[in-house]
């Protein structure tokens, strides 16, 4: 079952109103990114705090639709910790999705926002591709899940109307040709002041600017718009072209058995020790049937770790108490806002085919404060 805030079809081309309303996102990424992002719908499963920082970047950038799925109750503080939910439903029988709807809603009527009842375990291929979902965002979910959500995204293939300009999946226009579309899969958590962020879009395509400079004798003309040169007064101005390109993904399963070579243990200590804490609360999870660990399992943890570091060949210093202590408290509301909006730019790029999204796995250390990407699988 589904409840729903609003319900807009999306037209080909991009109304008078979208356009003054997405008018300066039109100008950065391009009519064409906007037209692919307004027709792309995506599934939340799970909608913790860190869901509402994610939906309302998604909401403002102004996809088709947005689902929610996460019937976990609403509590005090939930409510005390994030501006998504609806206080007035505090008292209420209802779910932390359906009380996201009414601000997600009010920050953009012209997106459809609706809740699905439902475990994940209840979503099948055949649910993904009928409801024509772009892309599945798993949302603090145990390990477990979001192995079997990935498979699950990657075992969908389906033929999709997308019209020539890439703006629809329900196209009626003479222009629209059947093509096999994909299920990207991408996964998000905060643990006290540290978070990341993981993508399998599985093969991606999509478009990059390419700068054309007058060239010099025996130079190319063609440099990187993100670091090429401002133009002296008065030269030739720089002009961009689009051109297109593919990247390949590693599943989230082939991630969780990344092995770390020993013998680069000079890159493996500049890897931010949040990395570690990541793979290690999901080691965490696996043994303790999904659950999260709490300010109480720190015993636990160093027992794992030094396991799991024995396993590896890892020097066991590589992780510290200090930096696990700090990923078992409840997570800090910028550090939400930094792993959401990050989440959220790698959405946007992904479903708009507009730039490269990051491959594969971002972690934000708020110890160091600093976001860093590892490609790992």
Not at 178 to 186: L, Y
Request: glycine letters at 6%; a negative charge.
């Amino acid at each position: 079952s589904a409840m729903t805030s609003s319900a807009v079809e999306a037209p080909t081309d991009i109304t008078a109103q979208e356009a003054e309303l997405y008018d300066r996102q039109i100008r950065l990424w391009g009519l064409d990114a906007q037209k692919r992002l307004r027709a792309s719908r995506i599934l939340m499963v799970g909608a913790p705090p860190l869901t509402g920082e994610i939906a309302k970047n998604l909401v403002l950038a102004g996809i088709r639709s947005l689902t929610l799925m996460d019937d976990s109750p609403l509590s005090a503080d939930d409510i005390d910790s994030s501006f998504i939910y609806d206080p007035s439903l505090a008292t209420a029988a209802t779910t932390r999705a359906e009380a996201a709807l009414s601000a997600l809603h009010s920050l953009n009527p012209m997106v459809e926002v609706s809740a699905k009842s439902g475990q994940p375990e209840q979503l099948t291929a055949d649910l993904l591709a009928n409801e024509d979902y772009d892309a599945v965002l798993a949302i603090s979910q145990p390990v477990e899940v979001l192995q079997s959500l990935g498979r699950l995204c990657r075992s969908v293939t389906y033929d999709g109307e997308v019209n020539s300009n890439g703006a629809g999946n329900n196209s009626n226009s003479d222009s629209s040709a059947k093509q096999r579309r994909q299920v990207q899969f991408f996964a998000a958590d905060c643990f006290g002041c540290h978070g990341y962020v993981f993508l399998d879009l599985q093969r991606h395509e999509f478009a990059t600017e390419l700068a054309e400079v007058p060239p010099k004798a025996g130079q190319d003309s063609s440099v990187d718009p993100k670091t090429a040169a401002v133009p002296a007064a008065g030269s030739q101005p720089v002009e961009t072209h689009l051109i297109k390109r593919s990247a390949d993904y590693a599943d989230f399963e082939s991630v969780l058995r990344t092995r770390w070579d020993p013998a680069k243990l000079g890159s493996l200590r500049r890897l931010s020790p949040a990395l570690y804490l990541a793979f290690l609360l999901f080691e965490f999870q696996r043994a303790n049937n999904g659950a999260r660990a709490g300010p109480n399992d720190v015993d636990a943890l160093k027992t794992l770790w030094r396991a799991f570091a024995e396993s590896q060949q890892l020097p066991a210093n590589l992780l510290d108490e200090a930096v696990l202590s700090s990923g078992l408290q409840p997570p800090s509301c910028p550090v939400l806002a930094i792993v959401g909006g990050v989440a959220a730019q790698e959405v946007i790029k992904a479903v708009s085919h507009k730039d490269d999204p990051f491959n594969n796995f971002f972690v934000f250390d708020g110890i160091q404060s600093c976001g860093s990407v590892q490609t790992l699988g």
